[in-house]
């Protein structure tokens, strides 16, 4: 059975220091794995999407990185900013099931201070 | 247009309602998704849609009870909530099919709570 853990739960760091957000999944056979962001209340926001047969994926001051067959994914943010503020979402999609689940991690709950 | 649209944005009902989360896309995607997400938890997956067809069921109970009239809509019906089923309900859509390997796309909610 697929997990997937993100650590650390929360974190909190000054605006503009670059950081990292860790994700790791027990199943390597995943098709894809998806970065989401969600503001309190709200739906999720798709940042980065990395393919199976990808390294990383670079939006803006996104970097996404992907190590299949270590079970790793990190999301890379540069210059973070309180608007940065949220709870950061990793997700995975099983080639076991026919018919595309997606298993979340718990979360990060990211506080930029200005 | 990459948007997923849920109705209502919110929804208050009691344990003897009866009421309906309504979700629509129209990105062409083939598979649509019930989630629900309790505060500070992750999403959990509910059902998926796979072709206008329940594909999995995740032993939800039958008080909720899902819907896919067409290609664009997705329903879920309510009746006979309890007061721990208040949650975000999240309604999300991809590709489907044989294409899996696609972006999933999420609405921005309903937020319910039973009284």
């Known amino acids: 059975k697929q997990e997937v853990t993100q650590i650390p739960a929360a974190l909190s760091v000054p605006e503009g220091e670059n950081l990292v957000l860790n994700c790791s999944f027990t199943?390597?056979?995943?098709?894809?794995l998806q970065w989401f962001r969600q503001d309190p209340g709200k739906g999720l926001t798709s940042l980065l999407l990395?393919?199976?047969?990808?390294r990383e994926q670079t939006s803006g001051r996104l970097n996404a990185s992907l190590d299949k067959s270590s079970g790793r994914s990190t999301l890379y943010i540069a210059a973070s900013q309180p608007g940065d503020s949220a709870t950061y979402l990793c997700?995975?999609?099983?080639?076991?099931?026919?018919?595309?689940?997606?298993?979340f991690g718990s979360g990060t709950r990211l506080s930029i201070r200005p | 247009d990459t948007e997923v649209t849920q109705t209502p944005k919110h929804l208050v009902m009691g344990m003897t309602n009866k009421k309906s989360l309504k979700c629509e896309q129209h990105?062409?995607?083939?598979?649509m998704y019930w989630y629900k997400q309790k505060a500070k938890k992750p999403p959990e997956l509910m059902f998926v849609?796979?072709?206008?067809?329940?594909?999995i069921n995740e032993s939800v109970p039958s008080r909720f009870s899902p819907e896919c009239p067409n290609s664009s809509l997705l329903n879920l019906h309510l009746h006979a909530l309890q007061p721990e089923d208040s949650a975000l309900y999240l309604c999300?859509?991809?590709?489907?099919?044989?294409?899996?390997?696609?972006?999933?796309?999420f609405g921005q909610g309903t937020r319910l709570t039973v009284v």
């Open positions: 997700a995975v999609r099983p080639t076991y099931s026919s018919a595309s689940k997606i298993i």
């Open positions: 849609y796979s072709y206008e067809k329940l594909s």
């Open positions: 990395i393919q199976s047969s990808q």
């Open positions: 999300a859509s991809s590709q489907g099919g044989t294409d899996r390997a696609t972006e999933a796309f």
């Open positions: 990105m062409g995607h083939r598979a």
């Open positions: 199943d390597s056979a995943i098709y894809n």
